[in-house]
T-cell receptor
């Protein structure tokens, strides 16, 4: 199976750091995406991890541990505009390679 | 101009009506997808197409059909709309020569009364 689990909602304070976790149970893992989605808008690509370790892009970083079936998205120096849903999506090798999306984590940033 | 466009952006219709949602892209990608998004359920794949002659069912294809008219166009039809098809619908494209990252259109909010 490819159960993908993320917390439903998280809250954080402007300027702080927040970590959004994603766990997955799947065989044939072939990559993990993180997307950001503001309310009523399209998801936009943030990161892609296929190897273990940390990928850093400005204020956002994404980590992957394939052996643990675990990823996190780290957001630093939070801004109000970071209030959004964050979607974890897992891609399988073989077949179509189309990623399966988790239900998303709604992040609320307070002043 | 947006790379992936969807029309209409909003639609209210009645049970039993036939509805077509259209998607166009200027990214030159071969792969196109249709998803629906419901509160608390995330994005679920309806249909996908890897090229003009290729159409495949996704996780929730019942009640939907698609047409890939050209590389740049992929339309989704609801032959006889029902209220539980009320949702936000997204079209997406991807380029299999890279990480196959998906790029989404702005969405169509469909309400079936």
């Amino acid at each position: 199976g490819q159960n993908i689990d993320q917390p439903t909602e998280m809250t954080a304070t402007e300027g702080a750091i927040v970590q959004i976790n994603c766990t997955y149970q799947t065989s044939g893992f072939n990559g993990l995406f993180w997307y950001q989605q503001h309310a009523g808008e399209a998801p936009t690509f943030l990161s892609y991890n296929v190897l273990d370790g940390l990928e850093e892009k400005g204020r956002f970083s994404s980590f992957l541990s394939r052996s643990k079936g675990y990823s996190y998205l780290l957001l630093k120096e939070l801004q109000m505009k970071d209030s959004a849903s964050y979607l974890c999506a897992v891609r399988l090798s073989g077949g179509s390679y189309i990623p399966t999306f988790g239900r998303g984590t709604s992040l609320i940033v307070h002043p | 101009d947006a790379d992936v466009t969807q029309t209409p952006r909003n639609r209210i219709t009645k049970t039993g009506k036939r509805i077509m949602l259209e998607c166009s892209q200027t990214k030159g990608h071969d792969r196109m997808y249709w998803y629906r998004q419901d509160p608390g359920l995330g994005l679920r794949l309806i249909y996908y197409s890897f090229d003009v002659k290729d159409i495949n069912k996704g996780e929730i294809s019942d009640g939907y059909s698609v047409s890939r008219q050209a590389q740049a166009k992929f339309s989704l039809s609801l032959e006889s709309a029902i209220p539980n098809q009320t949702a936000l619908y997204f079209c997406a494209t991807s380029d299999d020569r890279s990480t196959d990252t998906q790029y989404f259109g702005p969405g169509t909010r469909l309400t079936v009364l």
